[in-house]
């Protein structure tokens, strides 16, 4: 009887409040505040993560660390037995690899990607998503369209790769088949994320996260 | 006892007459060698495969199937010099001069000799027949050498050997003569004389060398016919004849050649070696822009390259190719790949990606394949496999074919990963590293924990204005945080600075790192955000 039951709970129809059951957990944020409000209690690995901001520079990147640390030392949940890689596709700067390592991310394991135009790095992303050697791909995709953005998902499904698109606060209105949209806004108290739609979650704002 | 070894050296000092037992039948009886003991144990048996090319001059000119002769001149006139077999069926021969032949057959082809030519035909055999032995020697204008006695058993014995390489002779286009003996001139000679012989044993040599007509020696036309005169037609009745007469009237070298023929003497040979790089052209008849077709071409090519690299056991990491137009410099297209590779497929592969990129502005009319440096290419043992059911597996792919599909497509300036370097400046701290190179070890130093560094870093420093003396950003004054954090100097590569380095805050709470120049005029700069 409550296998059954189990079963039509798992249909992804079937909405539970906060209380829902997650096939696979999360990977930690190391922010336990953002941990409890993302369902699986932690990062979407195997799907498309947008973060939208102002501008680069905000704190995207200290959000992200302590996950991309815990990819890149060895991770007893993975399916692989060394870790993946971590590749960055046309980052507007450049990652300054002693912070990185202090962050505690392997630097032997970085790939730093630079196309030249937008359709290269969607592609540059497809390819590292779909290709099983990165853990984690982030890119930073000024377009991506609908029907793109399905594709990159389809990708990190394929690869089991977490992909993170960072993309400007103007994007917020075209549609996207991201599992989870994050906005950071920065104020003078500090970084506010917004999470403003998560696949089996709810929409929250959390203040003074950074 | 060691007659047979003497013999040359007698030549020479003439000092003890010979008895006349010795003078009249010297190779009657030969003798076996006297071999001294140290050497008896590492000798091998040799058998060389002797492949004689007769219609090369032919083969490799000839540009079309119509009639063909090739011409060569002779004391002012051009001469038949070989005919293919629908000239010889209009009545053409060797030896009639070119009008003549001309007038037999107006549709004929001549085609001036070409030693180049010939030669290049010969090494590109030579390159190919690579795969049969180690051994492979080019022993004349016509003739060529494998010694086969260590290759029998991979290639399963005598006959599946002899039928691979005169099949593959047949597909290169090429008719040879073919002839196996255990010295490399005795298989020469049998095959110039047309026997499809396979000859293993010396005793069977002799005796079927001495039914060789004189004619399959090649030896000068002179000597021949001063010998026919004297009623010598085979090499059994130039054995017959007295050494020491024989030396005197024709000269040692001929006596010489006999005893290597027969065994009594040691013949090495060089072998020969292909270029260790690969370069190949493909031309064409005509000019051509379909993609498809070119593409194909590169394959071959590709191909080719494959079984240079494999004949050597080597890899290369990088290719080039060339495309040439009739006018205007070639178009260049290069390759690189993370490891040595020589498999054609995963070439092609990289290709494709550049390819579908590539703008050639004028139609092509040759292709060219040159490959870089080539490297031993270590075949990878495949790891023994005990799973356990918490065994979790490698990843599929590696990183080293992700980069060069990225690198086909992007370039390779734009694909890298990062090392540490153990450096203060902070525009040093780090380098750029080329995943085609060699993985070197990265992250040398660890660096200290309480220094605070940026994750964003601009490439130049950005000059923030200043308003009486404090930095403002985005229109608004900075607040500092921490600092400062002074670095100095760098007098060793003319690149010092002094500089102080602060955190600062703006007035949307984005953290940045700043530094004021020591030196005047005292500027803030941005140099990065903590991102």
């Not at chain 2, 029998?152 to 593959?168: A, D, H, M, Q, Y």
């Not at chain 2, 010489?256 to 052209?281: M, Q, V």
């Not at chain 2, 599909?405 to 992007?410: D, E, H, N």
């Amino acid at each position: 009887m409550s296998s059954s039951l189990d079963k039509l709970l798992e249909n992804p129809r079937v909405w539970r409040g906060t209380h829902q059951t997650q096939r696979k957990a999360g990977l930690t944020s190391g922010y336990p505040e953002l941990d409890r409000h993302l369902p699986g209690g932690g990062w979407p690995t195997e799907a498309l993560t947008e973060i939208l901001t102002e501008q680069y520079g905000i704190g995207e990147l200290r959000l992200l660390m302590p996950a991309l640390a815990r990819l890149s030392a060895e991770d007893p949940q993975s399916d692989y037995s060394e870790p993946g890689w971590i590749a960055w596709v046309a980052p507007p700067f450049q990652p300054y690899p002693p912070a990185l390592q202090q962050c505690g991310i392997d630097l032997s394991r970085m790939l730093i990607v630079r196309p030249k135009g937008p359709s290269e790095i969607l592609w540059s992303a497809e390819q590292a998503l779909s290709s099983g050697t990165c853990a984690a791909v982030l890119f930073w995709a000024e377009t991506l369209d609908d029907q793109a953005s399905r594709r990159l998902q389809l990708a990190a499904e394929k690869g089991h790769s977490w992909a993170i698109a960072f993309r400007p606060m103007l994007a917020r209105q075209q549609p996207s088949a991201a599992a989870l949209r994050l906005e950071l806004h920065s104020t003078a108290q500090g970084t506010r994320v917004h999470i403003v739609k998560s696949r089996g979650g709810r929409p929250t704002v959390l203040n003074n996260l950074l | 006892m060691s007659r047979a070894w003497k013999s040359p050296v007698t030549v020479r000092d003439a000092a003890p007459t010979p008895s006349v037992a010795q003078q009249v039948l010297p190779f009657v009886e030969p003798a076996p060698l006297v071999k001294p003991s140290f050497l008896a144990a590492t000798l091998v048996q040799r058998l060389w495969f002797c492949i004689w090319l007769p219609d090369l001059p032919l083969e490799a000119s000839r540009s079309s199937d119509d009639a063909t002769v090739i011409v060569e001149e002779q004391q002012g006139i051009h001469r038949v010099l070989l005919a293919d077999a629908k000239a010889q069926a209009a009545g053409v021969m060797t030896g009639q001069s070119a009008n003549a032949a001309l007038a037999l057959l107006p549709t004929l082809q001549l085609e001036e000799r070409s030693l180049l030519q010939e030669q290049q035909a010969l090494e590109a055999l030579a390159t190919w027949l690579e795969r049969f032995s180690s051994f492979v020697c080019i022993a004349d204008r016509d003739v060529l050498l494998l010694e086969i006695a260590g290759s029998l058993r991979l290639f399963g014995g005598l006959p599946p050997l002899r039928e691979k390489i005169s099949s593959g002779l047949r597909q290169h286009g090429f008719d040879a003569s073919l002839a196996i003996a255990p010295t490399p001139l005795g298989a020469t000679w049998l095959a110039r004389a047309g026997r499809r012989m396979c000859i293993r044993d010396e005793r069977n040599l002799k005796r079927t060398l001495r039914l060789l007509p004189l004619a399959s020696l090649n030896w000068p036309e002179g000597l021949c016919a001063s010998l026919t005169g004297m009623g010598v037609t085979t090499i059994g009745d130039c054995l017959r004849l007295p050494r020491e007469g024989f030396v005197r009237r024709f000269g040692a070298e001929h006596m010489l050649e006999l005893d290597r023929a027969l065994g009594h003497l040691p013949d090495p040979r060089n072998s020969w070696r292909a270029p260790e790089r690969f370069c190949a052209d493909c031309e064409m008849t005509e000019e051509t822009s379909d993609r498809e077709l070119l593409l194909n071409i590169c394959r071959e090519l590709l191909l080719s390259h494959e079984q240079f690299l494999l004949a050597r056991q080597l890899g290369t990491q990088r290719l080039c190719f060339s495309f040439f137009h009739l006018k205007g410099p070639a178009t260049e297209l290069h390759l690189g790949c993370a490891r040595a590779d020589r498999s054609a497929e995963r070439w092609l592969e990289l290709l494709r990606i550049r390819f579908d990129q590539l703008v050639l502005p004028k139609p092509v009319i040759a292709t060219r394949l040159q490959s870089g440096m080539t490297q031993a290419l270590l075949a990878e043992s495949a790891r023994l496999n005990f799973h356990t059911a918490n065994d979790r597996p490698a990843r599929p792919y590696s990183i080293a074919q992700l980069a060069e599909r990225l690198i086909a497509r992007i370039g390779e300036q734009s694909v890298h990963s990062m090392a540490l370097i153990a450096e203060h400046r902070p525009q040093y701290a780090w380098r750029a590293q080329s995943l085609l190179s060699d993985w070197a070890s990265s992250t040398l130093s660890e660096v200290r924990r309480h220094l605070r560094r940026p994750l964003w870093m601009l490439p130049e420093p950005a000059l923030l204005p200043a308003d009486s003396g404090y930095p403002l950003h985005q229109g608004g004054r900075l607040r500092l945080l921490d600092g400062p954090e002074r670095l100095e100097t760098g007098w060793w590569d003319e690149d010092g600075i002094s500089r102080d380095y602060y955190t600062a805050v703006n007035l949307a709470g984005i953290r940045l790192w700043i530094f004021r120049n020591r030196s005047r005029p005292s500027c803030w700069y941005l140099h990065g955000y903590f991102g």
